[in-house]
């Protein structure tokens, strides 16, 4: 083969590499889901570039998106934090190459970049201006990285870490609006519309299953003299504590009775919190509901200011059921709740109702029965 021959073969091969590269980078640009881009590089990279297995780092709101390939397969994680490997070249931001030959460094790479005994692994910073936005990690078949390789590793990874990054970017932006659409600036619960909203769709999964649903009203007592006595300020602050307790309650829900914990919460109005529990019913509600009582009134909040103080704090509750088998309006529910609640607030504060249904021509107090716990 002459001189001109082997360079147009090489050119040629070149340009295929480009095709394939382009297409690639082409192909990313029209997904929006992370996991099937990362498959989409990870069955690609041989077509343009001597890549065995890679890594990708993109740091994210609260950690780091984490993409690993290997043999065409690709897997998308959370982390929390970075392994010694990604955290030191991660805060050295730059380039390094270690080569087979050399002594591993210490930290040592991941296993799926070490394991096949690579020729060499790069590891690039993906820097804009003074900012890394990414960390790429590539280990090189059984020989060495060319150029060409170094070129189109570096393309491809600007390109993958551009897209992942606007992705999450994105996803971050989507979930504050969500939020503050949804959730109650002060106390970070559901708001009154998302709650009731929330309530009708599993009520409507209530009659569908024919399982049993609960709700419960709850409502800080005497707050109205938490606010004249201690002012505004530490009567939100009562309140974010109140709500945070409450929800830590409802994300263990197996603690508050419900058969597989599925408990939702959310700000009613004012100082009263709305509790969705489902599949729930009569039977475990009242240990629901007590539990929720004393997570309130068994530990004092505290509010700060020059002086700051321990303040008993406590709530009433009152609680309404469906079997799931009947065809009770949410409306009625939450009206059987609301008289349960009003009869805790009348017979003394700090304790459960639990409304038990029954015939309309019932009384309300024939319906009731009482929790009382005094104080102490």
Request: hydrophobic share 40%; proline share 5%.
């Amino acid at each position: 083969m002459t001189a001109g021959s082997q360079w147009n073969a090489r050119a040629a091969q070149q340009l295929v590499r480009y095709v394939a590269l382009f297409e690639l980078i082409d192909d990313i640009q029209t997904l929006e889901d992370i996991p099937l881009i990362a498959t989409r590089v990870a069955m690609r990279w041989k077509y343009f570039a001597n890549v065995m297995s890679w890594r990708l780092v993109v740091p994210k709101d609260g950690g780091f998106y984490i993409i690993d390939g290997c043999q065409g397969k690709a897997g998308v994680v959370d982390a929390p934090e970075l392994s010694p490997w990604d955290a030191y070249h991660y805060t050295l931001q730059r380039p390094c190459l270690i080569r087979r030959a050399d002594p591993w460094p210490v930290p040592e790479p991941p296993t799926h970049l070490s394991g096949k005994n690579p020729f060499e692994i790069t590891v690039l910073p993906l820097m804009r201006g003074k900012q890394c936005i990414a960390l790429l990690s590539a280990a090189a078949h059984h020989e060495p990285f060319s150029d060409l390789d170094q070129r189109f590793i570096r393309m491809l990874g600007n390109h993958f870490a551009d897209r992942v990054s606007g992705i999450l970017l994105r996803q971050q932006a989507t979930g504050i609006l969500i939020s503050k659409a949804t959730r109650d600036e002060l106390t970070g619960l559901l708001n009154r519309g998302t709650i009731i909203e929330r309530l009708g769709n599993q009520l409507a999964l209530a009659r569908r299953s024919q399982q049993a649903l609960s709700v419960i009203l709850a409502d800080i007592d005497w707050f109205k003299a938490i606010n004249d006595s201690y002012g505004h300020l530490a009567g939100d602050a009562v309140l974010r504590e109140v709500a945070r307790r409450l929800q830590v309650q409802t994300r263990e829900g197996d603690q508050i009775g419900c058969y597989e914990g599925n408990g939702q919460i959310g700000r009613y109005g004012g100082e009263e919190f709305l509790f969705v529990l489902f599949p729930c019913g009569a039977e475990e509600i009242p240990r629901a509901a007590e539990r929720l009582r004393r997570a309130i009134a068994d530990t004092p909040i505290t509010i700060g200011g020059e002086t700051p103080r321990d303040l008993r704090v406590t709530i009433s509750l009152g609680t309404a059921s469906t079997s799931g088998q009947d065809a009770i309006r949410m409306e009625a529910l939450l009206k059987q709740a609301d008289d349960a609640l009003y009869l805790s607030k009348a017979s003394g504060r700090n304790r459960v109702t639990v409304n038990a249904g029954g015939a309309a021509a019932q009384g309300i107090e024939d319906r009731l029965t009482r929790y009382s716990h005094h104080p102490r």
